[in-house]
């Protein structure tokens, strides 16, 4: 029996890339899909009606159990539908990952402008071929609409009657529907959707030489900006992570159903962070999630391709763009034919956990206008701990003090974790060299 994955089960599994050099600082970690389990992973590329989407999947197992079932506006030709790497979307996710930058205080005591230093490094921070069926599709009120063989994939494209014919022809030929999901066929059969089904041809993979299952591309035109979502919250064991990446020439991309709320930013954390950046990341998220009751969708990264203040990886290319479906570059300017990283390209990323009762309704989305820059940014700074035998260096060790206290405090807001399990994780506070006997600030009289 062939398994039914709907898009909600798509994701892939990625490897994070070493630290890279960073203005100001260093980024040491970042915050990549590989973090959550069960994550979804779609890109999105939108302009006017025109959608190009890229679904990756993570499923495990043999490649012959593996079926997708995705609602789609029209019927599509052959060339609307591609098979595509998974290094897009890997190099996707490294550039827009929530990371953590590493900075390390000057010494106090060198002959510089110290609170300058410290401000200049401040404005840094904000910153399917031949599926043969068996059964007469017509007996069950199902029409075959198209149907390819696409890389290693099968395709069929099919409308049907009602639920119910559509629900039973799959199940006869093969796909294992999961319970309760005939009403949620139905809704969209009302709205007048096809369903792409594509499974894996064994032959044709075989022939290819993968060991693995690539990201399905499909580019359509339709009003409607939205993902279908509902087919994967009935074929769930809980809820899921899903991460959509959202490519645009107007601006910003948000939840036009749903809250879009931004993830918390630009925060001073513990140095002893940076060995469990992961763990924080996972903490934190479940905390905001915890806050906007499990409802709201999270903007991770908003920045405009044409620049990066600095870039956690590389940008895309023109080549990598013009793959995930970009298709107006180079538009009226021919220097944009080039291989430049300068781009005319907008991407937002936004993270959300659902199922269904949280999340009852398909994703809709809008553009917007808004080109401002945003990232997920958690900030590190490494104390000096070279000689501070100077007056600056006592007042920097006072402030020391201070900074560590409201490090932990922020940790703990962040994550919910206990204070006093922060407390005793990080280095004792830096006291002030004695410049008296000690008793004589005993009582009150310091």
Same mark, same amino acid.
């Given at each position: 029996?062939?398994?039914?994955?709907?898009?909600?089960?798509?994701?892939?599994?990625?490897?994070?890339?070493?630290?890279?050099?960073?203005?100001?600082? *260093?980024?040491?970690?970042?915050?990549?899909?590989?973090?959550?389990?069960?994550?979804?992973?779609?890109? $999105?590329? +939108?302009?006017?009606?025109?959608? =190009?989407?890229?679904?990756?999947?993570? !499923?495990?197992?043999?490649? %012959?159990?593996?079926?997708?079932?995705? @609602?789609?506006?029209?019927?599509? %030709?052959? %060339?609307?539908?591609?098979?595509?790497?998974?290094?897009?979307?890997?190099? $996707?996710?490294?550039?827009?990952?929530?990371?953590?930058?590493?900075?390390?205080?000057?010494?106090?005591?060198? +002959?510089?402008?110290? $609170?300058?230093?410290?401000?200049?490094?401040?404005?840094?921070?904000?910153?399917?071929?031949?599926?043969?069926?068996?059964?007469?599709?017509?007996?069950?009120?199902?029409?075959?609409?198209?149907?390819?063989?696409?890389?290693? !994939?099968?395709?069929?494209?099919?409308?049907?009657?009602?639920?119910?014919?559509?629900?039973?022809?799959?199940?006869?030929?093969?796909?294992?529907?999961?319970?309760?999901?005939?009403? =949620?066929?139905?809704?969209?059969?009302?709205?007048?959707?096809?369903? *792409?089904?594509?499974?894996?041809?064994?032959?044709?993979?075989?022939?290819?030489?993968? /060991?693995?299952? /690539?990201?399905?591309?499909?580019?359509?035109?339709?009003?409607?900006?939205?993902?279908?979502?509902?087919?994967?919250?009935?074929?769930?064991?809980?809820?899921?992570? $899903? !991460?959509?990446?959202?490519?645009?020439?107007?601006?910003?991309?948000?939840?036009?159903?749903?809250?879009?709320?931004?993830?918390?930013?630009?925060?001073?954390?513990?140095?002893? =962070?940076?060995?469990?950046?992961?763990?924080?990341?996972?903490?934190?998220?479940?905390?905001?999630?915890?806050?906007?009751?499990?409802?709201?969708?999270?903007? #991770?990264?908003?920045?405009?391709?044409?620049?990066?203040?600095?870039?956690?990886?590389? @940008?895309?290319?023109?080549?990598?763009?013009?793959?995930?479906?970009?298709?107006?570059?180079? #538009?009226?300017?021919?220097?944009?034919?080039?291989?430049?990283?300068?781009?005319?390209?907008?991407?937002?990323?936004?993270?959300?956990? !659902?199922?269904?009762?949280?999340? @009852?309704?398909?994703?809709?989305?809008?553009?917007?206008?808004?080109?401002?820059?945003?990232?997920?940014?958690?900030?590190?700074?490494?104390?000096?701990?070279?000689?501070?035998?100077?007056?600056?260096?006592?007042?920097?060790?006072?402030?020391?003090?201070?900074?560590?206290?409201?490090?932990?405090?922020?940790?703990?807001?962040?994550?919910?974790?206990?204070?006093?399990?922060?407390?005793?994780?990080?280095?004792?506070?830096?006291?002030?060299?004695?410049?008296?006997?000690?008793?004589?600030?005993?009582?009150?009289?310091?």
């Amino acid at each position: 029996m062939k398994h039914f994955f709907a898009l909600a089960a798509l994701g892939v599994t990625l490897i994070a890339g070493s630290a890279a050099h960073a203005f100001c600082g *260093f980024y040491v970690a970042r915050a990549d899909t590989k973090l959550f389990n069960q994550a979804s992973q779609v890109v $999105l590329v +939108r302009d006017g009606n025109r959608t =190009v989407l890229t679904m990756a999947n993570d !499923y495990q197992g043999d490649a %012959e159990d593996f079926a997708v079932v995705i @609602p789609v506006p029209t019927v599509l %030709e052959r %060339e609307q539908i591609n098979v595509a790497e998974p290094t897009l979307i890997e190099h $996707l996710d490294a550039y827009t990952s929530p990371r953590l930058v590493e900075y390390h205080d000057p010494d106090p005591c060198a +002959r510089i402008d110290y $609170l300058a230093d410290r401000a200049v490094a401040s404005e840094a921070m904000p910153r399917a071929g031949a599926m043969r069926m068996q059964q007469k599709a017509g007996e069950f009120g199902v029409t075959i609409d198209a149907e390819y063989t696409v890389g290693e !994939y099968d395709i069929l494209i099919l409308s049907a009657d009602d639920s119910k014919g559509l629900v039973t022809w799959l199940t006869q030929n093969g796909y294992r529907l999961p319970d309760g999901a005939e009403p =949620v066929v139905n809704s969209y059969l009302r709205q007048g959707l096809k369903f *792409f089904v594509a499974k894996v041809n064994l032959e044709e993979q075989a022939a290819l030489g993968y /060991r693995y299952l /690539r990201p399905i591309q499909v580019a359509f035109e339709s009003p409607r900006f939205s993902l279908p979502i509902r087919l994967g919250t009935v074929n769930a064991k809980g809820k899921q992570d $899903l !991460y959509v990446y959202a490519l645009t020439r107007t601006g910003r991309v948000e939840t036009a159903n749903y809250r879009t709320v931004r993830i918390p930013s630009n925060v001073e954390i513990p140095e002893y =962070v940076a060995d469990e950046f992961g763990s924080f990341y996972q903490a934190m998220f479940a905390k905001a999630l915890n806050r906007e009751n499990d409802r709201a969708v999270f903007l #991770e990264y908003a920045w405009d391709m044409a620049w990066c203040d600095p870039c956690a990886a590389d @940008p895309l290319t023109r080549k990598e763009l013009s793959n995930l479906g970009v298709f107006w570059l180079g #538009e009226g300017d021919p220097r944009r034919l080039t291989n430049s990283p300068a781009q005319n390209v907008f991407v937002t990323r936004l993270h959300l956990r !659902y199922d269904g009762k949280t999340f @009852p309704a398909d994703l809709r989305f809008q553009e917007t206008g808004d080109r401002s820059n945003f990232q997920g940014r958690y900030v590190v700074r490494r104390a000096f701990t070279g000689d501070t035998n100077c007056a600056a260096g006592e007042a920097y060790r006072k402030s020391l003090v201070d900074r560590r206290e409201r490090e932990a405090q922020q940790l703990a807001s962040l994550t919910g974790w206990p204070l006093a399990d922060i407390l005793e994780q990080m280095p004792a506070d830096v006291t002030p060299e004695e410049d008296e006997p000690w008793w004589r600030r005993l009582w009150g009289r310091g």
